[in-house]
């Protein structure tokens, strides 16, 4: 009897040792592996935005007028979300009262497929919409692997593309480095 | 005291409870059977267990193979994460280290890992999603780079990888990093030569001006149909010297080739030899030439360690059994003997043989500029003796070739139970008639009702929710 009191107490402590849901902060990462986590993409889109709302560019006078284009995923995550990351730069910048974006439904698809080479075409599309800058980016990877570690360096860069003239009025970017190693036990 | 034992034991087979994908799954997947197959192994793939990231890897293949392009994306991206995850993520991962080794969670080697990322890169480029491909593609040249098999450490030698990686590079405009990646290539060392009567000039050009990049690409850049032929079966693993005896040392696994007579392949265009596809990268190569130093010591370090908990129980179990008997007559002692026998078993050192088996042996890459419009397009499979294998001739017919980008997948693997993926032979449409009832193809509607084409998706059409890319028009 006693023994299957062991074997009983033992499966509901099994049953137990699995933790239960919790809140965790924003600005709390469960870091598993070296891709960027939610909270780095947060942190540079703040970054940004403080830039660009400290930049030349930024007039009290009226709203500059901005599209995003799209930022080239040059990292090793193939779900690399980077609407989102434009999406909290917008969201910085709205908030500064002086700029203005306009919805990119609003644009022929085109303008989503536009690389850097498109001028003639941008410039055609920015007088017909107002358009004063586009917003485009860049996050790029690099890694190093040895000895069963992995060395991965992250560099988001965005830039200001002026719509009348082609000329980058802006740029900035951020970086990041994490290091991951599979646990001895995995090895 | 043998009640404890027992609870150790017990443990020990709680812990050993995970699910792989059943025998019977692999076999329908042989037998061109992928619904079944699939059928059979998602209850096992949706298990959140130690073998989470093989069994998805397992089912992804199953729907890509089908055709499930759509729905092969998720088993692969999730097998993915798990084998990058540098943290465990199974409950029993301690108990790899005093017993058997395959508790700890599947991560595979470098070289499946990369598999995992390669196939989730041609579902992207089949999308036109060049860019994100790419980062696939990447992701699977960087998983491999801790094989050292080119005696760089920080050097992967997936040339499939590389050259697939330069294709996206070259479609998004970026050529500088994709002669990078050419460079890279093992590709480069083995161009494939152009056959066709037409390009012999062509070829001598290539050989006198082999430092040119231009050349170097070798149409990577410029041609419109990439093809991709994956051929053979990926090795076995098993432990060393196939021991299975659990009171042995076979803590070592070692990989167990099944060579195919598939040598290389060519490619005929409406009857026309176009070019050969050489091997671009062998599994076997791969998985057996992972040779880092580092996971040997530890392997080593784990098997000292299980040894040493081994005796431990054996000697514990022993005394223990005296004590609790008092050591009284010879049956007490032969309890003793049993129950350190049991606790001996209990510790095993074997090694981990879990295995992504369902690979291909080698895999090729070739490109082909090919007029736009339907073509009937062969692949043929040769012998190291230049033979022709006829049984593994796959013949697409009045494939749809468009202007701008192509990707022909091909995968031989078919030959486990003497069925073949593909009819070797001229087809009427009364034979393909009966062949595509007694297999679970799909029918489209005609493309031209007008006219008597018919469009009959084959194997890659197997699931309904993807566009076809192999048609066959009677």
């Given at each position: 009897m006693k023994f299957l009191i062991y074997i009983f107490i033992i499966l509901i402590c099994l049953n137990?040792?699995?933790p239960p849901e919790t809140r965790m902060g924003l600005d709390d990462n469960l870091i598993i592996d070296t891709d960027l986590t939610v909270t780095d993409?947060?942190?540079?889109a703040q970054k940004m935005s403080r830039s660009i709302a400290k930049s030349k560019i930024s007039s009290k006078d009226k709203p500059l007028r901005i599209v995003f284009m799209k930022v080239e995923n040059r990292t090793f995550d193939d779900t690399f979300d980077s609407y989102n990351l434009l999406s909290q730069i917008r969201k910085e910048l709205i908030a500064s009262n002086n700029f203005e974006f306009i919805d990119r439904k609003q644009f022929p698809e085109i303008i989503n497929n536009l690389s850097g080479s498109d001028l003639e075409k941008r410039k055609e599309i920015a007088k017909l919409m107002n358009v004063d800058y586009f917003l485009t980016g860049r996050a790029y990877a690099d890694s190093i692997r040895k000895g069963g570690g992995r060395e991965v360096y992250y560099r988001l860069s965005f830039r200001l593309t002026d719509a009348k003239t082609g000329g980058i009025v802006w740029c900035d970017d951020d970086e990041y480095k994490y290091y991951g190693k599979y646990e001895p036990i995995n090895r | 005291m043998i009640n404890k034992i027992l609870i150790i034991l017990i443990l020990f087979l709680l812990a050993g409870c995970a699910a792989q994908i059943p025998k019977e799954a692999e076999d329908a997947f042989y037998m061109n059977d992928f619904g079944k197959a699939a059928k059979l192994s998602r209850p096992c793939a949706d298990k959140l267990n130690r073998n989470f990231a093989l069994n998805n890897a397992k089912l992804g293949q199953f729907y890509f193979t089908g055709g499930g392009y759509d729905l092969a994306f998720l088993p692969f991206l999730n097998a993915g994460k798990v084998m990058e995850r540098t943290v465990t993520g199974s409950d029993n991962a301690f108990w790899s280290s005093v017993s058997r080794e395959d508790f700890k969670e599947f991560k595979g080697e470098p070289f499946?890992?990369?598999?995992?990322?390669?196939?989730?890169?041609?579902?992207?480029?089949?999308?036109?999603?060049?860019?994100?491909?790419?980062?696939?593609?990447?992701?699977?040249?960087?998983a491999d780079k801790d094989t050292m098999s080119?005696?760089?450490?920080?050097t992967s030698d997936f040339s499939a990888g590389y050259v697939m990686a330069a294709r996206c590079n070259y479609l998004l405009g970026e050529p500088d990093t994709a002669d990078t990646y050419i460079q890279k290539s093992k590709f480069v060392n083995e161009i494939e030569e152009k056959i066709d009567d037409t390009d012999e000039e062509e070829v001598v050009v290539n050989d006198e001006n082999n430092d040119n990049y231009e050349n170097k690409r070798n149409g990577i850049d410029s041609d419109n149909t990439i093809f991709i032929v994956e051929w053979g079966d990926s090795p076995l693993k098993?432990?060393?010297?196939?021991?299975k005896d659990i009171w042995s040392c076979s803590a070592f696994a070692e990989y167990i080739p099944r060579s195919s007579k598939i040598e290389y392949a060519k490619i005929f265009v409406d009857g026309n030899e176009k070019i050969q596809i050489n091997r671009c990268t062998s599994t076997f190569c791969q998985l057996s030439c992972n040779t880092e130093k580092t996971a040997e010591t530890i392997q080593k370090i784990k098997i000292g360690a299980k040894w040493t908990v081994r005796v431990c129980a054996f000697a514990g179990a022993f005394t223990g059994v005296l004590i609790a008997t008092k050591g009284n007559g010879a049956a007490a002692t032969?309890?003793?003997?049993?129950?350190?026998?049991?606790?001996?078993a209990a510790v095993r050192t074997e090694a981990d043989v879990r295995v992504w088996d369902l690979l291909p042996e080698d895999i090729g890459v070739g490109s082909l500029d090919i007029e736009p419009g339907f073509h009937n397009i062969a692949v043929c499979f040769y012998s190291s003796s230049n033979a022709e294998l006829p049984e593994w001739r796959q013949v697409y017919y009045y494939y749809p070739i468009k202007k701008d980008d192509n990707l022909i997948y091909c995968r031989t693997t078919f030959d486990h139970f003497g069925k073949y993926k593909f009819e070797t032979e001229e087809v009427s449409s009364s034979i393909v008639d009966s062949q595509i009832s007694s297999r679970h193809y799909l029918e489209i509607d005609p493309v031209d009702e007008e006219s008597d084409i018919r469009i009959i998706p084959l194997a890659p059409a197997f699931w309904k929710e993807n566009e076809v890319d192999n048609l066959t028009i009677f």
């Open positions: 137990g040792c699995t993409l947060k942190a540079t | 499946e890992r990369s598999m995992c990322h390669w196939y989730r890169g041609i579902i992207h480029y089949r999308r036109g999603d060049y860019e994100k491909a790419l980062a696939a593609f990447r992701r699977g040249i960087d080119l005696n760089k450490d920080d098993q432990r060393e010297n196939n021991i032969a309890a003793g003997i049993g129950a350190a026998l049991v606790a001996g």
